[in-house]
């Protein structure tokens, strides 16, 4: 071992003690295994139970597919696979950047790591999976990152284009999953094909009640990659996990979702980055305001400014904003009375909300939702038209649990 792993061998000891004393090595290959017993204890995540897929890293060449949330404990998920001597081959860094300091957007750079010197490789932006060259490189690829459960959040899209490169090169493809913190329910019109972009790549709800892993067995099992192909997959479920569970994140997935409460909200308030109105992008409290510049608008206010690596140049920027504080606000579920609301005082002072119609579209995965609000369309008259195809994607959904269902 060579001084540089020594030293990270020792940063890291102490994750490796706590993983150690996990019990169990359950991995998930097959599509038609029954949900996982729930056990007593502390939930356990996949990146925790070294000892289920190490011996799957042991004398291969490694990619890793990470960001912030990828730590056991307090320490990265490199940094401990690193240690151990696992041979890392590449950082694939998607949108946010690897260690989650980029804003949304933001062209992410190749570079490599200052801690260990693996190179870093960007799959966001023009280029979204790595070339074959780099995947003769590897003979696995492992994912490890956390995500919200929300169709339009897109490390699903990044986690999907590895799949199809792994797919492609015949190259192993190991998920080791965490809990959904919006897995307590499934709502939402379902993507048609027609509108699929990066932020909308699968036909499944806007919130799709599954984990990452639960996702990626999906995908292979509905042949949604390129030419219907599919990866051999390997998912390493989290220990003492229910859809039922509340989960609080230790780390923010992303710059602009601190908290437990913009992560319940954004499914509901993401539809405004189609429109002039900001939510909050610019303050110490994004996706947990809505607000616009005209007095009127409501009773709270807040003034957007620059945020290096949150929102360097956010919407509105620099002016009163004028809405509602949603921060104390009961989160129950995906909600359509904030656009519904929002699109009524727009269309009082005759201005229009949609003004990125197409953007609206691919966040909402069909242009049906758009016209039925500005159709004047109840919440309920809305929800109906999606109602029979949500059940059907429902039915499809529970073939793919790895953990007992909230209802």
């Not at 291969?60 to 912030?68: F, P, S, T, W």
């Not at 140049?313 to 009163?320: A, F, I, R, T, W």
């Amino acid at each position: 071992m060579n001084n540089k792993r020594l030293t990270f061998f020792i940063t890291t000891v102490v994750s490796l003690f706590l993983a150690s004393c996990i019990n169990g090595n359950s991995t998930e290959k097959d599509n038609k295994k029954e949900p996982s017993t729930v056990q007593q204890g502390p939930i356990k995540v996949g990146a925790e139970q070294l000892e289920a897929y190490l011996p799957l890293l042991k004398g291969k060449k490694v990619g890793m597919l990470v960001n912030q949330t990828s730590t056991i404990a307090n320490t990265h998920l490199v940094d401990t696979l690193y240690a151990l001597g696992v041979d890392i081959q590449y950082i694939f860094a998607p949108e946010h950047g690897f260690r989650g300091d980029a804003d949304a957007g933001a062209h992410i750079k190749d570079s490599k790591d200052p801690k260990t010197g693996v190179e870093i490789i960007s799959i966001y932006g023009k280029n979204k999976k790595p070339s074959a060259d780099l995947m003769k490189e590897l003979d696995v690829v492992l994912f490890d990152i956390q995500d919200v459960g929300v169709r339009f959040y897109t490390y699903i899209s990044s986690m999907h284009y590895m799949m199809e490169a792994c797919a492609e090169n015949n190259k192993e493809m190991l998920v080791l999953d965490r809990p959904n913190p919006n897995g307590d329910y499934v709502d939402g019109p379902i993507l048609d094909m027609n509108f699929q972009s990066f932020v909308g790549m699968h036909p499944i709800p806007i919130v799709h009640g599954l984990t990452v892993g639960e996702l990626a067995k999906m995908i292979n099992g509905e042949k949604w990659l390129e030419g219907e192909k599919t990866c051999e997959l390997t998912v390493i479920p989290v220990k003492n996990y229910t859809h039922k569970m509340a989960y609080s994140l230790p780390i923010k997935p992303s710059p602009n979702l601190p908290n437990d409460q913009s992560i319940r909200l954004y499914p509901s308030i993401c539809f405004f980055e189609a429109t002039p109105v900001s939510i909050g992008r610019g303050t110490d409290f994004p996706f947990q305001v809505i607000g616009y510049k005209e007095k009127g608008m409501g009773s709270f206010t807040f003034k957007p400014r620059s945020i290096p690596g949150a929102a360097k140049n956010p919407k509105l920027k620099g002016e009163e904003c004028y809405g509602v504080d949603l921060r104390q606000v009961e989160t129950k579920g995906f909600s359509l009375n904030y656009l519904l609301e929002w699109h009524r005082k727009f269309e009082n002072k005759g201005e229009k909300l949609f003004t990125r119609a197409s953007f609206m579209d691919k966040l909402s995965g069909t242009d049906q939702l758009r016209k039925q609000v500005e159709e004047g369309k109840s919440e309920e008259e809305i929800r109906d038209s999606w109602a029979p195809s949500l059940q059907v994607y429902k039915a499809m959904r529970k073939k793919y649990l790895l953990y007992p269902d909230f209802e």
